[in-house]
């Protein structure tokens, strides 16, 4: 008969292993599962479409992204490409994006909740950097040039910045994630819809409430496409 130092050992192992079995999107079961967007059963990510239809467009895109992009008014462009353009993501885990930036342009503080992102600079010079979390909130950052590469964690704040003044940049980032999502952090504290107390933000940031009251007024636009 085990002991109960055995036993604790032996829960310790499978919950350790049980953490790393959820740390990312579900492992397929399949060859593929290309998501039927039609189905009505809910689960977390997209029903199985029928392979007898499943074809090679599935997993195509005529994405273009060697063209370059239009910036918004922080100077960039996120053209995202997950599993609501190419169905054949599905439960693959995975998903691919190009960002544009005009001179001095930036793609703002911000979050990705279910994805861990890896940057490649393509052309041009960024400034790029995460946050870490409560108590430290310790800042990485590090100026990159063609063909570096940088990591952002899962979930932390993060952020690209093109420091010239006279030439775009370009980037490609590969996230772990079919569907890895966005939070903006400006656009989510200020731009919310209803929006959020003026007195609850005056007190979180330690500013008057006229200044929480300017930053709701301006229009918090995005910049994923």
């Keep these: 008969m085990a002991s109960p130092s055995s036993i604790c050992l032996l829960a310790v192992l499978l919950a350790l292993v049980s953490w790393q079995a959820i740390a990312s999107d579900p492992s397929p079961l399949q060859d593929f599962c290309v998501a039927d967007k039609h189905s009505?059963?809910?689960?977390?990510?997209?029903?199985?479409?029928?392979?007898?239809?499943?074809?090679?467009?599935?997993?195509?895109?005529?994405?273009?992204?060697?063209?370059?992009?239009?910036?918004?008014?922080?100077?960039?462009?996120?053209?995202?490409?997950?599993?609501?353009?190419?169905?054949?993501?599905?439960?693959?885990?995975?998903?691919?994006?190009?960002?544009?930036?005009?001179?001095?342009?930036e793609n703002p503080p911000h979050t990705h909740p279910r994805a861990t992102e890896i940057l490649t600079v393509l052309e041009g010079t960024l400034y790029v950097g995460f946050v870490t979390s409560n108590p430290n909130n310790t800042l990485f950052s590090k100026e990159l040039n063609k063909g570096d590469v940088f990591v952002f964690p899962e979930g932390l704040i993060h952020f690209q910045f093109n420091p010239n003044p006279h030439q775009p940049a370009v980037a490609i980032a590969a996230l772990s994630s079919q569907n890895p999502g966005a939070i903006t952090i400006a656009n989510a504290v200020f731009g919310s819809k209803p929006p959020i107390s003026d007195k609850i933000l005056a007190k979180a940031f330690q500013v008057e409430k006229g200044t929480i009251d300017w930053l709701q007024a301006q229009f918090w636009e995005n910049n994923h496409y």
């Design 40 to 105: 009505p059963v809910l689960v977390n990510g997209f029903a199985c479409l029928d392979p007898k239809y499943v074809n090679a467009d599935h997993f195509f895109k005529a994405a273009m992204l060697d063209t370059p992009r239009k910036t918004n008014k922080v100077g960039s462009n996120v053209t995202l490409i997950n599993v609501m353009q190419i169905p054949g993501l599905n439960t693959l885990g995975i998903s691919i994006a190009r960002i544009d930036y005009a001179p001095l342009g």
